[in-house]
């Protein structure tokens, strides 16, 4: 029961939602996702309601810095971006179309 309890973590993604405004981004995790943060690292976790940042360059309005990734991961789980691969890929989504968005490198 434990294995198929596992392998139901893994089978979806963890949602980090992301929304942009005149001046910036706003990130949060999904309710789902949250609950299952909770569950398997339990009280070792400081989960974040939302983290925002400025804006760059105009095309952080359609897409992502890959690099910002993993700091974006840990400021709203409390783990690392290594840590949370145990309950699957890390997927940021536009809330409003349901989309995931792009990423690119810098």
Known sequence: MVAARALDFASEPIVIHRSVNGNGQTFALDPLSEARVRERFGSRVHILPRVSLG?????????????LMPQIVQLLTGVSHAQLEVLGEVVFRDPVTDEDVPLRSE
């Open 55 to 67: 804006l760059e360059t105009e095309a952080d309005y359609a897409s992502m810095r890959v690099e």
